[in-house]
């Protein structure tokens, strides 16, 4: 089955720094990457996706790339906010039209410093 | 929220008691799906349905059982619970038109097991 690594666990930036958390994929056929913001005591939230036939997606500011050569995506978050703090989880999955099984990461701590 | 509810919210019971965790959702979503989230392990998916009285097993799928009997039920069931089965709970429903691996999470259960 699809394995999802994702680096670093724990990220401290000032506020206003750029973040960058990374993650890779096993399956080949995976065409499916979501990233999910979760707040403390909240459940997971979708932020962002992208799919296997773009190579990078902005949405104000955050963005995610995708390599598929390399099977890894990452997401940016530019000019960061106190707000920003949270785990992020990376996911990957095979669109089948079906059910969206998804694997995620193990997540990131992102921690911003004012 | 999607219109997901979980309950209970919070849940303490003994080791080898049965415990039923329930899902309800209100806008008819076909997909529904059983996380649990624990440290260093990100979410991993239990089991998930795709329709009334079709389940299907997820990658951490033992000592778990799941029905649903209507569209808007989905229930987890921990037959004899374990203290290894102490964890964070989210259900999800996905869409069922078009983008349907987005996946929007309910509230979530503690459970404890002591």
């Known amino acids: 089955g699809e394995n999802v690594e994702q680096h670093p666990s724990t990220l401290s930036v000032q506020e206003g720094d750029s973040a960058v958390i990374k993650c890779t994929y096993s399956?080949?056929?995976?065409?499916?990457f979501p990233w999910y913001k979760q707040e403390l005591g909240k459940r997971p939230q979708l932020i962002i996706d992208?799919?296997?036939?773009?190579g990078e997606k902005k949405d104000q500011r955050i963005a995610v790339t995708l390599n598929k050569t390399a099977k890894h995506f990452s997401l940016h978050i530019t000019e960061t906010q106190p707000e920003d703090s949270a785990v992020y989880f990376c996911?990957?999955?095979?669109?089948?039209?079906?059910?969206?099984?998804?694997?995620f990461g193990t997540g990131t701590r992102l921690q911003v410093t004012l | 929220d999607a219109g997901i509810t979980q309950s209970p919210r919070h849940k303490v019971t003994e080791t080898g008691t049965p415990v039923t965790l329930r899902c309800h959702q209100t806008?008819?979503?076909?997909?529904m799906y059983w996380y649990r989230q624990d440290p260093g392990h990100g979410l991993r998916l239990i089991h998930y349905?795709?329709?009334?009285?079709?389940?299907d097993k997820g990658e951490v799928s033992d000592g778990y059982s799941v029905s649903r009997s209507k569209t808007e039920d989905f229930l987890l069931t921990l037959e004899s619970a374990t203290s290894s089965q102490t964890s964070v709970y989210f259900c999800?429903?996905?869409?069922?038109?078009?983008?349907?691996?987005?996946?929007?999470f309910g509230s979530g259960t503690q459970l404890s097991v002591l």
């Open positions: 996911a990957a999955s095979k669109s089948t039209g079906t059910a969206s099984k998804l694997t």
């Open positions: 349905s795709y329709g009334v009285k079709d389940t």
């Open positions: 992208i799919r296997s036939n773009v």
């Open positions: 399956d080949s056929a995976s065409n499916y």
């Open positions: 806008e008819n979503h076909r997909y």
């Open positions: 999800a429903i996905s869409e069922s038109l078009g983008g349907n691996e987005k996946l929007f």
